[in-house]
């Protein structure tokens, strides 16, 4: 149905490549960017505090002039550091942690906030609670990740409560053609492809950009192989001065084996080897019921599997978007767009792995669900930048809107059974048995965002949304009928913000400080919320100050300091049954600097100091109240290094260490997952211009780390790889 558009736009793509040639030389000058609207750019990892996040604001302001925590990693960026998916570029952020969890991959964790607390986007587009929706996605497509964080509803809307991670696709840029050709192998049979092509064609007036990129590996757990495919491709054409139409393009499809994990065990059992390093204190199975004692990891099931072998985890899904950018005189401007969205995404796995100290085997247990997703909205803006009360001013008014219909049939039955610890017998999924239910959610929003520059030196800034979410949900058993409670309806129409205040204090410092909202629903999230769980929405503010500043022309430097406080907070217990667990409060520092001392050295690092905490976590039996959230460690930093020499052909050595702190794995904190620090290296040669070699390590100490507890399934934990090498191989031409 949708192939016709994607097969014309590719064709169209390959064409350009073709006739590009020394016309595109010609190509007109694009139009100035349009007044108060972020442009369409390209940027580069040297831009800094003058790159633009559109997750950030409507108005087109650089990372400096907006008065939030804002990290901005460009293709550059992530090349540079070897970063090939987007949980690994999450390593680059400060204070940003991430896995693959297969039941929810690509999940973050930032100043204490995961799961559908944080909104992921997709060249500013949300389609869903991320630990619903989002897929393992390698960056080769991407332009940038911009991490925007604290309270974020007004950029976003509902979901966006401790902030917004935005992936944005290459696009195309005025001027000749440029290709570049990825090529690179590694460890556990990890391959990577890339094409990108981009420019402008033959038509002085139209720009092209397309990119295909491939990723496979066997992955470093027994038979837990994924392959990934992403065909993007975009077309501008400059249909006259003032006028921008674009239209843009997408396909995604990837397959895996899942590894779900490596069961916590008792230490004390019979037979266990214990791995240092990984995992404390006790635990009471989340599964059974069973009193695990002090816990481990055992060293002998790192890499053990016990997925079924016939089991699936699936997704394909469509992007189609268009729309235009066009002048309205010297002060008005008006940009709109229109896109759909369509996802299949499959599941059947063993999921739970849950060790029974009594007979020192694991209970396994199956699930099986499914999504037919489909996403129709727009946006439009209306941009004004003139003088209020004789001073500089710009200002937007938008509107949004989406129609969201999510199928999920998913497991009435779940297959179970016990396995050997070391030796499981992997079987099959066995008899399923399968259920229906249907989310239909419409959202429109209205927004207003103004920067106001009341001297030359201070800007004031406020910005206001509101929406209109209606959910229609319907539930039925195996045979058909309805459960109690369904079908029903909710509609929230929450209001939220943000108003804050930049100051250059001196030339090349700026400080900035704010008050935003944000809201998401308490319970679970908009997929799954039960008629029988409370419909309100969990509200959270936050509170930030902080400085952004240059070292001269050789680095830029920011600090920030926050507090955040979210009200209304629903959790899982123990992983299981969700509770009232009051509020979460979360107050920090963070810091970074990139240094450019001299032509050969460049030097960079970032920390973040978090405590989040709940309080009046009470509830019948205990409380949690002053414990943490799951996978929120205290400090995450990171600091790296690289020296370029010419020795005949230019070189360059660069080294990275990150250490993450210490989490819990779940709300009753009873299970730390241990502090670990990871150390990279990379040496790179330029064989001729626009040609370079690279070989990288990661994990060079061979690290056994703990890297993520889903605290929906608290007795398995996710283990990090272990030592890993890359050769990679870059022509660009």
Not at 60 to 66: D, M
Not at 312 to 328: M, P, Y
Not at 438 to 443: A, E, F, H, K
Not at 660 to 685: I, M
Request: some cysteine; glycine content about 10%; aromatic content about 8%.
């Amino acid at each position: 149905m949708h192939a016709a558009p994607s097969i014309a736009l590719c064709a169209a793509a390959l064409l350009c490549v073709s006739a590009g040639g020394p016309r595109a030389a010609r190509a007109q000058a694009p139009s100035p960017p349009a007044p108060g609207l972020a442009p369409v750019i390209v940027t580069d990892r040297s831009e800094g505090l003058d790159a633009r996040a559109e997750s950030a604001s409507r108005l087109g302001l650089t990372v400096r002039e907006t008065p939030a925590s804002i990290d901005v990693l460009t293709a550059g960026a992530m090349r540079e550091l070897g970063l090939r998916s987007v949980t690994e570029a999450a390593a680059g952020a400060t204070g940003v942690t991430g896995a693959d969890f297969p039941a929810e991959p690509a999940n973050f964790s930032m100043r204490g906030f995961a799961n559908s607390q944080l909104n992921s986007l997709y060249n500013g587009i949300r389609i869903g609670p991320p630990n619903m929706t989002s897929r393992v996605m390698d960056v080769g497509a991407l332009e940038r990740i911009e991490f925007l964080k604290g309270s974020a509803s007004l950029m976003s809307g509902e979901g966006a409560a401790g902030g917004a991670i935005n992936f944005v696709t290459k696009r195309p840029h005025r001027g000749p053609i440029r290709n570049e050709l990825d090529l690179s192998a590694g460890s556990f049979g990890t391959v990577r492809t890339g094409f990108g092509s981009g420019g402008t064609t033959a038509i002085d007036s139209v720009d092209y950009r397309i990119d295909l990129n491939r990723t496979s590996t066997d992955g470093f757990v027994d038979d837990t192989g994924a392959l990934g495919w992403h065909l993007s491709g975009a077309i501008d054409w400059y249909a006259r001065p003032g006028l921008k139409l674009w239209g843009a393009v997408e396909r995604k499809r990837d397959r895996a084996s899942p590894y779900w994990g490596t069961p916590l065990v008792s230490a004390g059992a019979p037979g266990i080897e214990p791995a240092a390093g990984l995992v404390s204190g006790t635990y009471v199975s989340g599964f059974s019921g069973a009193d695990l004692g002090p816990v481990a990891i055992d060293r002998r099931t790192l890499r053990t599997n016990y997925n079924v072998l016939d089991n699936r985890n699936t997704a394909d899904e469509t992007w189609l978007r268009g729309g235009f950018e066009a002048r309205l005189g010297q002060q008005w401007a008006l940009r709109g767009q229109l896109y759909r969205y369509a996802a299949e995404r499959e599941w059947r796995n063993n999921e739970v792995i849950a060790f029974d100290p009594a007979s020192g085997r694991v209970d396994r247990e199956r699930f099986y669900v499914a999504h037919d997703q489909t996403l129709l909205g727009g946006k439009l803006d209306l941009a004004h930048e003139g003088r209020l009360a004789g001073r500089p001013n710009q200002l937007v008014a938008a509107l949004e809107w989406s129609d969201l219909d999510f199928v999920r049939p998913g497991a009435a039955n779940f297959p179970s059974d016990r396995v050997d610890l070391v030796a499981p017998d992997r079987g099959v999924y066995g008899p399923l048995t399968t259920q229906l239910q249907t989310s239909r959610i419409r959202t429109v929003a209205a927004i207003v965002e103004d920067r106001w520059r009341v001297t030359p030196t201070v800007a004031l800034l406020a910005g206001l949304r509101t929406e209109s979410i209606d959910l229609d949900r319907t539930s039925t058993n195996a045979a058909g009928a309805s459960r109690p409670g369904f079908p029903f309806s909710v509609r929230w129409t929450p209001t939220t913000g943000r108003a804050g205040v930049t100051w250059d204090v001196l030339p090349g410092l700026t400080a900035y400080g704010q008050y935003a909202t944000g809201v998401d629903v308490a319970a679970n999230n908009l997929f799954l919320l039960r008629a029988d769980q409370p419909p309100e929405l969990a509200r959270t503010r936050t509170l930030e100050v902080g400085l952004k500043g240059r070292a001269g022309a050789a680095g830029e430097w920011t600090v920030a300091a926050y507090d955040i406080e979210r009200s209304n907070v629903f959790s899982a217990q123990g992983g299981r049954a969700l509770v009232d667990a009051g509020r979460l409060a979360s107050r920090g520092v963070e810091a970074a600097v990139s240094l450019r001392p001299s032509t050969a050295w460049r030097l960079w690092g970032n920390v973040a100091v978090n405590r989040a905490t709940y309080r009046d976590y009470d509830f019948a039996g205990g409380s949690f109240s002053g414990n943490a959230p799951p996978n929120a460690p205290r400090v995450v930093a990171n600091a790296g290094a690289s020296y370029r020499v010419d020795v005949g052909r230019p070189v360059e050595v660069s080294a990275w260490v990150r250490h993450v702190g210490e989490r819990f794995h779940s709300d009753a904190n009873t299970v730390r997952l241990a502090a670990y620090t990871l150390v990279e290296a990379s040496v790179s040669v330029e064989l001729r211009r626009g040609t370079t070699l690279l070989l990288r390590g990661r994990n060079l100490t061979d690290r056994v780390y703990a890297a993520w507890a889903d605290p929906f399934y608290p007795d398995q934990i996710l283990i990090g790889p272990p030592r890993s090498v890359e050769i990679a191989l870059r022509h660009a031409f």
